[in-house]
Antibody, heavy 111, light 110 residues
Framework: EVQLVESGGGLVQPGGSLRLSCAAS????????MHWVRQATGKGLEWVST???????YYPGSVKGRFTVSRANAKNSLYLQMNSLRVGDTAMYYC?????WGQGTLVTVSS | QSVLTQPPSASGTPGQRVTISCSGS????????VNWYQQLPGTAPKLLIY???QRPSGVPDRFSASKSGTSASLAISGLQSEDEADYYC???????????FGGGTKLTVL
């Protein structure tokens, strides 16, 4: 059974940092591009980052320079380092790859 | 303001066929494939359609999709109450160098 399990979310003050993790199982992780997508409460989906199988990374302008995506194929894991967090980054963060999505981890940025 | 444009809402009665449109541009839908996602209330999104019209394993054939030019559409036939959900289209955008989503369409089964 394929599973993507996110962790690392929580409450952080503006300007703070968080590192999200996504543990993958049930498929050959190293052969898939992986993505982070977020969703603020009551809002639509917003793409946050992509890392390809070759390690190339892509970000939208809203997070570029603040967020860094990485992967550890030996550990079947995806990461998102989030720095200089803003209130507007508050959202559920989903890990996705292939045809699969995780259940999300909630990030709340508030003072 | 989403890069891809979807109607905010759609509705139908059980058994009906409904369609949801997704309008983009030459830098996204015009040159790249479209995915569709279903998000049931309170749950994570689920891939419904990939590569314009391909269904992942387990997705009923009541769900179909097509693409023409810079627009795409999702069709749901034999509408069921459990189809009530938010539906999103997405495509890679070559100008933005990233994924873009539609704003989502809330489907109500009357």
């Amino acid at each position: 059974e394929v599973q993507l399990v996110e962790s690392g979310g929580g409450l952080v003050q503006p300007g703070g940092s968080l590192r999200l993790s996504c543990a993958a199982s049930g498929f050959t992780f190293s052969t898939y591009d992986m993505h982070w997508v977020r969703q603020a409460t009551g809002k639509g989906l917003e793409w946050v980052s992509t890392i390809t199988t070759a390690g190339d990374t892509y970000y939208p302008g809203s997070v570029k320079g603040r967020f860094t995506v990485s992967r550890a194929n030996a550990k079947n894991s995806l990461y998102l380092q989030m720095n200089s967090l803003r209130v507007g980054d508050t959202a559920m963060y989903y890990c996705a790859g292939g045809t699969w999505w995780g259940q999300g981890t909630l990030v709340t940025v508030s003072s | 303001q989403s890069v891809l444009t979807q109607p905010p809402s759609a509705s139908g009665t059980p058994g009906q066929r409904v369609t949801i449109s997704c309008s983009g541009s030459t830098s996204n839908i015009g040159i790249n494939t479209v995915n569709w996602y279903q998000q049931l209330p309170g749950t994570a999104p689920k891939l419904l359609i990939y590569s314009n019209n391909q269904r992942p394993s387990g997705v009923p054939d009541r769900f179909s999709a097509s693409k023409s030019g810079t627009s795409a559409s999702l069709a749901i036939s034999g509408l069921q109450s459990e189809d009530e959900a938010d539906y999103y289209c997405a495509a890679w955008d070559d100008t933005l160098n990233g994924w873009v989503f539609g704003g989502g369409t809330k489907l109500t089964v009357l």
